[in-house]
C-alpha cells in the first residue's frame, strides 16, 4: 500500500518551520505574527517538497493555528474558542464556494459527454493539418474553461485523452520515441500551454485565480469574473493564436497533414448520436451562468449565488445525482485546502506581518518610479515560480506580498492585480511540474524535459512581451490604469 506521508520530507518542512518559530521576532512585529508566518511557511514547504497531500497540509495548518492561539487577540476572554473559530473562518469564504460550485459543474460536462463532443467537434472543423487540430483543441479548451474550474480535469479528462487518441492513430506512439516528432510532442505541448492561457482567461479557469481576487480585496481592489475576463480578452486571445505558431517553429512537428483526423473526429461524433436531453441541460445552465457571471454585479447577484442556482438546477433535471456531488473528490479537496491557506494568509495580514514584509522589500526599490517597479516585481513573481509545483502554493505564498509593495511605490492597483493574477495561469509553462496538468502532458511520454523546459522559457517571453505591450495598452483602453 502507497503511503501518502513522505516522513523525510514532512520533518523537513517541520525543522524548517520550528526553527522559524524560535527565531527571536523581528523588530516591528507581533510574536503571533511571526508565529503564524512559521506554521505558514511549514504548510507551504510541505506542499511544494510534496511532504503530504494538500489536503493533509491544509488541515495540519488549521490544527496548529488553532493549537498555538495565534490567531486569539491578547484580550480574549476565551483564547481557545476564538482561535478554532478564527482558523475555520476560511470555509465561511463565498469564494471558496464559488470554486467548488463550478467543480460540481463542471462534473455535468463529463458526465453528459458534452465536453467530449465540443473537443470531437472543432477537432472535426480544424483537424486537416497538425497545426489546424492543434487550434481545433485548443478553441475547445476555451470554451470549456469559464465552466470548468479545475484545469487538471479540463485537459486530463476531456481534452488530453483526445488529443492523444489523435496522436497516435497519426504514428506518434509514445512507446517508440522516434515518432514523437510526427505530431506528438507538438500536440502535447500546444494542449499544455491553451490549457494554461484559458486557465489565465477566466476567473473560473483554475482554482487559484479567486485565491488571487480574494487577495486583491484584503487591500480594496475588486475583481469581478466581467472585468478579469474583459482584461484578459485581448491579450489572452493573442497568445492563444500565436503559441500554436511559436511552437510550430521550435517543436515542429514532421507530419503536417492530419490525414484521417477529421473523418475520425466525426465518426466519434456519429457514435455519440444527437445531443441528448442533458446536454442541453448543461448547454443552458453554461450560457446561463456566463450571463450572470458577466453582468451579476449590475443586478446584484453574486457570482457565487450563481454557480448555486447552476447546480440546483443540475441537480433537480437529474443531470447530476448528490452522489455525483459526494464523489467529485477534487472540489471538496479544494475546498479544504483553499479555506486553510486563505485563512493564513488573510491573518498575517490582519496581524501585520504583509505591511512589514511589503515595507521591507519596498526598501529596496524605494526611489523606482512605478514604471520599473511595476515589470520587476512581476518578473519576479512570475520566474519564481520554477521553485513551485504549484500555482496555488506560488499565489499563496507571494501574491500578497508583491501586490502590497506594488501598490505601495504607485502601481495602479488593478493593472497590477490582474496582472499578477494572469501570471497564475501562463507562469506554469516553465516547467514540465508547474501546473495541475503537466504531470499528466508530461506523463505522455511524447515530451523530454530539455524540450519541455526550453520551449517553455520562449513561451513565457512571448506571453509576458504580449501582456506587458498589449495587454497593457488594452487595459489603458479599459480604463484600469
Request: a positive charge; charged letters at 10%; aromatic letters at 14%.
Amino acid at each position: 500500500m502507497k503511503l501518502e506521508i513522505n516522513y523525510k520530507m514532512m520533518l523537513l518542512a517541520a525543522v524548517i518551520g520550528i526553527v522559524l518559530w524560535f527565531i527571536p521576532t523581528p523588530e516591528g512585529l507581533k510574536d503571533n505574527a511571526w508565529h503564524l508566518f512559521s506554521i505558514f511557511v511549514f504548510v507551504i514547504v510541505g506542499i511544494i517538497v510534496k511532504a503530504a497531500p494538500m489536503g493533509t497540509m491544509a488541515i495540519l495548518g488549521i490544527a496548529l493555528c488553532a493549537f498555538s492561539l495565534v490567531l486569539a487577540s491578547p484580550d480574549a476572554k476565551n483564547p481557545a474558542a476564538e482561535s478554532i473559530t478564527n482558523a475555520l473562518s476560511g470555509f465561511g469564504n463565498s469564494i471558496i464556494w464559488l470554486i467548488g460550485m463550478a467543480f460540481f459543474i463542471a462534473r455535468g460536462f463529463i458526465k453528459t459527454g458534452l465536453g467530449s463532443r465540443i473537443a470531437y467537434y472543432f477537432v472535426s472543423r480544424f483537424g486537416k493539418t497538425t497545426l489546424g487540430l492543434s487550434y481545433g483543441l485548443n478553441f475547445a479548451d476555451l470554451l470549456l474553461a469559464p465552466a470548468v474550474p479545475s484545469n487538471t480535469a479540463r485537459a486530463g479528462g476531456i481534452v488530453y485523452p483526445i488529443m492523444k487518441s489523435v496522436a497516435m492513430s497519426l504514428g506518434s506512439d509514445p512507446a517508440k520515441p522516434e515518432t514523437n516528432k510526427k505530431a506528438g510532442a507538438f500536440l502535447t505541448l500546444s494542449t499544455y500551454n491553451a490549457n494554461l492561457i484559458t486557465s489565465t482567461m477566466f476567473l473560473t479557469g483554475t482554482a487559484s485565480n479567486p485565491m488571487a481576487q480574494r487577495f486583491a480585496a484584503e487591500l480594496g481592489v475588486t475583481i469581478t469574473w466581467g472585468n478579469w475576463a474583459i482584461g484578459a480578452l485581448v491579450p489572452g486571445l493573442l497568445c492563444l493564436l500565436l503559441m500554436p505558431l511559436v511552437l510550430y517553429k521550435f517543436s515542429a512537428p514532421t507530419m503536417k497533414n492530419t490525414g484521417d483526423a477529421p473523418l475520425m473526429a466525426k465518426e466519434k461524433l456519429n457514435e455519440m448520436g444527437p445531443v441528448t436531453r442533458n446536454e442541453w441541460i448543461m448547454i443552458v445552465v453554461f450560457f446561463l451562468l456566463l450571463v450572470l457571471w458577466i453582468f451579476g454585479q449590475q443586478i446584484s447577484i453574486d457570482a457565487t449565488t450563481t454557480a448555486i442556482l447552476g447546480l440546483c438546477i443540475l441537480l433537480l433535471s437529474n443531470v447530476l445525482t448528490w452522489e455525483d456531488v459526494k464523489s467529485e473528490k477534487g472540489a471538496w479537496d479544494t475546498i479544504v485546502w483553499f479555506s486553510s491557506l486563505v485563512m493564513m494568509a488573510s491573518y498575517l495580514a490582519k496581524l501585520g506581518f504583509i505591511p512589514w514584509l511589503s515595507e521591507n522589500i519596498k526598501h529596496y526599490i524605494n526611489g523606482f518610479s512605478w514604471y520599473y517597479a511595476f515589470p520587476i516585481i512581476v518578473l519576479i513573481y512570475f520566474y519564481l515560480h520554477y521553485m513551485f509545483a504549484s500555482a496555488t502554493a506560488h499565489v499563496a505564498a507571494l501574491y500578497f506580498a508583491l501586490f502590497s509593495v506594488g501598490v505601495s511605490v504607485g502601481v495602479p492597483p488593478l493593472m497590477l492585480a490582474l496582472f499578477l493574477g494572469y501570471c497564475g495561469g501562463i507562469f506554469g509553462t516553465l516547467t514540465h511540474y508547474g501546473h495541475g496538468p503537466a504531470p499528466i502532458l508530461f506523463g505522455s511520454g511524447y515530451v523530454d524535459i530539455n524540450s519541455w523546459w526550453k520551449d517553455g522559457f520562449v513561451l513565457s517571453v512571448i506571453y509576458l512581451l504580449v501582456f506587458f505591450i498589449v495587454g497593457g495598452a488594452w487595459w489603458k483602453l479599459l480604463g484600469y490604469w
